[in-house]
């Protein structure tokens, strides 16, 4: 009687120390996010060229969040707005890439979420792109062929173009597709 127990109270204390370890390593990867959050935000603003500029990324505790400010002669806010399942597509088509998988692996031992938040520089007029937790251990477990994926990607990038057109290009110039 005694010896059984004892064997069950050293089962419950693994179960209690496998339980408190798992919560302290969840802690130290959340904290790991949040200083690698918080050296990118300091880079900011980071320049992308034409399209504009990312204006700050922070963790909120529940989803990595990403400010960018557009160029609204390039991007129109109201199609990503009134698109998400393209403007998330697209999104997603960006993460194979190595730096940012890792950044993912990070977000998804923290059980993570990924906001987008698209800002006009002229209307102010906001989109935004939400990405859980789920999607984007989705996407990290994707092992896409290079050459599909490449194919895959284009495409998403082809139908958000599309979205955009007829676009006025100059005084002149309407581009159609």
Do not use: R, W
């Not at 010896?3 to 179960?15: A, E, H, I, R, V």
């Not at 996010?33 to 060229?49: R, S």
């Not at 859980?132 to 989705?138: C, G, R």
């Not at 092992?143 to 007829?166: H, I, R, V, Y």
Request: aromatic share 2%; net charge negative.
């Amino acid at each position: 009687m005694a010896g059984n127990l004892l064997k069950k109270s050293s089962g419950l204390m693994l179960l209690c120390s496998v339980s408190l370890l798992m919560i302290v390593m969840t802690g130290c990867q959340e904290a790991k996010l949040k200083t690698v959050i918080g050296i990118a935000n300091k880079q900011c603003p980071l320049d992308m060229g034409e399209v504009g500029n990312i204006t700050s990324i922070i963790y909120d505790g529940d989803n990595v969040v990403y400010t960018l400010n557009m160029n609204e002669e390039i991007t129109n806010i109201k199609i990503l707005k009134d698109n998400p399942e393209s403007m998330k597509s697209s999104i997603k088509m960006m993460f194979p890439a190595a730096d940012v998988k890792e950044m993912l692996k990070l977000m998804a031992k923290c059980n993570s979420g990924l906001h987008m938040i698209f800002v006009g520089n002229k209307s102010g007029e906001q989109a935004v792109c939400e990405l859980t937790a789920e999607e984007l251990k989705e996407v990290i477990n994707t092992n896409a062929d290079p050459a599909q994926s490449g194919q895959t990607k284009l495409e998403a990038q082809l139908k958000m173009a599309n979205l955009q057109f007829p676009m006025q290009a100059s005084e002149e110039v309407v581009v159609e597709k």
